[in-house]
């Protein structure tokens, strides 16, 4: 790898193992607290590269316009080869890539989820417009709809793909709100999105979620009040009552 694209791409802060130097990030779950990163010595191609934007940048603009790569091969990597989703027709992968055929351009596309890190790249064949992105982050990916409205102005893209919740999903907003002000403040958010939005918001899993939130950081009484906000919006909720029940049992 190194020989092939590394060095003729000029990618010098990439990798295919842990790289020898200190200089790498660490990731971060949902609340945004550390977490200790794997440091592989044998490399897999679908998950131990460590690299840079502006590294993997230069390898998006090679397959755009082959200098180094065999332009047979790069042509083969951006061509469909299977569709991805049986609702969206413009989805496909090709090879280590996906592709969204529209009109007349191949968007070449793909995501990354590994760990605490999550990364994009978008790039438009004909026009050369995109973007990348690495985050070291487990909500990394929740920008990604927001990011492509930016660079192309159109909502469309990718719509058939993107499986993981955004930045202004309930899941996101009611989790912010618990972090930053607690109890009240959740079910404030709750109230207010069924009315706005019932649509996404009218769902049982939140609330229960957030006490689970709240449980994990030892929040216990938090966590009963959650539960019970629950119960008071779905009073048949079966996952409330039991862990009523039981923390209520466990701080007697």
Do not use: C
Not at 74 to 88: K, L
Not at 163 to 181: E, S, V
């Amino acid at each position: 790898m190194n020989d092939i694209v590394f060095k003729p791409l000029n990618m010098s802060n990439s990798y295919m193992t842990f790289p020898a130097s200190r200089n790498y990030a660490i990731g971060h779950d949902m609340d945004g607290n550390p977490q200790e990163k794997s440091q592989p010595n044998l490399p897999n191609g679908a998950i131990t590269l460590h690299t840079t934007a502006d590294d993997y940048s230069r390898f998006l603009q090679e397959l755009l316009d082959p200098q180094y790569l065999d332009k047979t091969l790069i042509d083969e990597i951006s061509s469909p080869q299977v569709n991805i989703s049986a609702e969206d027709s413009t989805l496909h992968f090709g090879l280590g890539v996906a592709l969204q055929i529209v009109d007349s351009d191949t968007l070449i596309w793909h995501w990354g989820s590994n760990e605490y890190f999550r990364s994009f790249f978008i790039i438009s064949k004909s026009t050369g417009k995109g973007f990348v992105y690495f985050t070291n982050s487990v909500m990394g990916l929740s920008i990604v709809d927001r990011m492509i409205e930016i660079v192309y102005a159109d909502t469309s893209i990718l719509k058939g793909w993107n499986q993981y919740p955004q930045y202004t999903h309930p899941y996101f907003i009611l989790r912010n709100a618990y972090k930053d002000y607690g109890v009240d403040s959740v079910y404030i958010k709750f109230k207010n999105g069924i009315a706005r939005e019932p649509e996404l918001y009218d769902d049982d899993f939140y609330l229960n979620d957030i006490g689970n939130m709240a449980l994990q950081k030892g929040n216990i009484e938090d966590a009963i009040e959650l539960y019970k906000l629950t119960l008071k919006e779905y009073p048949n909720n079966e996952t409330a009552i039991e862990m009523i029940l039981k923390l209520e049992e466990e701080i007697k």
